[in-house]
Every structure is written in structure tokens, then in C-alpha cells.
Nanobody, 126 residues
Framework: QLQLVESGGGLVQAGGSLRLSCAAS????????MGWFRQAPGKEREFVAG????????GYADFVQGRFTISRDNAKNIVYLQMNNLKPEDTAVYYC???????????????????WGQGTQVTVSS
């Protein structure tokens, strides 16, 4: 059974950076499509970034605008989300998710993902 545990969230000032980590156990992340989502209070969960299984293609939501980078360390079985130039509107709980069925595409709907972590809070002050 795959388990995902996020870490790295916290409080940061606008313009600052955070690196989120998603540690996986039970399966190797190199054999999974991985995604980061976020959910702000009163809003739906939304796609942030993803990395495909087969060719490690990456994809990002439009609002990222080059500020975030998703990557994975296969040796450590960890997926990262490096977030730079953070804005107050980036404040949300960030979730790591795994897509065990899609080989190539990066899927952006939460319902496409099979496994989820518990989330980590990111708060950006102005």
C-alpha cells in the first residue's frame, strides 16, 4: 500500500521560498505519475504541478507562472515542489498525490489520483 507524507510547509513572507517534500513508501515514485494540489479555505482543490511516469514530463497550472518546479529523487523516493517568489494567494494546504494508472499524460483532476498525503500548510504573509 502506497503512503505519501508531505513536509516542508510553513509561514513565509511574500517573495520568499519553500520546498515541499513528499516522501513515498510502499511503491517507487519513478513508477508513478505524481502531482501537487492545493486547497485554500472555501475553495476547491486545484492542480499545481505534475510529473508523468513514463517520460518524466512536467506540467504546471497557469498561475504558477514559472515560480514552482516539481522534481523527484528516485533514489530517495521523494517528490519535491520548489516554490519561489511566493504570493499571499498561494496560501493553502498543499497535497501530494499519486496517479498509478496513467503512463504519459499529466492529469489535472483530483479524481484521477489514487493516493493522497495528509497535506502541509503553506501560509504566505504580505
Amino acid at each position: 500500500q502506497l503512503q505519501l507524507v508531505e513536509s516542508g510547509g510553513g509561514l513565509v513572507q511574500a517573495g520568499g521560498s519553500l520546498r515541499l517534500s513528499c516522501a513515498a513508501s510502499g511503491r517507487t515514485v519513478s513508477n508513478l505519475g505524481m502531482g501537487w494540489f492545493r486547497q485554500a479555505p472555501g475553495k476547491e482543490r486545484e492542480f499545481v504541478a505534475g510529473i508523468a511516469w513514463w517520460v518524466s514530463t512536467t506540467g504546471y497550472a497557469d498561475f504558477v507562472q514559472g515560480r514552482f518546479t516539481i522534481s523527484r529523487d528516485n533514489a530517495k523516493n521523494i517528490v519535491y515542489l520548489q516554490m519561489n517568489n511566493l504570493k499571499p494567494e498561494d496560501t493553502a494546504v498543499y497535497y501530494c498525490a499519486a496517479d498509478s494508472t496513467e503512463l504519459v499524460r499529466i492529469r489535472t483532476f483530483p479524481s484521477s489520483y489514487d493516493y493522497w498525503g495528509q497535506g502541509t500548510q503553506v501560509t504566505v504573509s504580505s
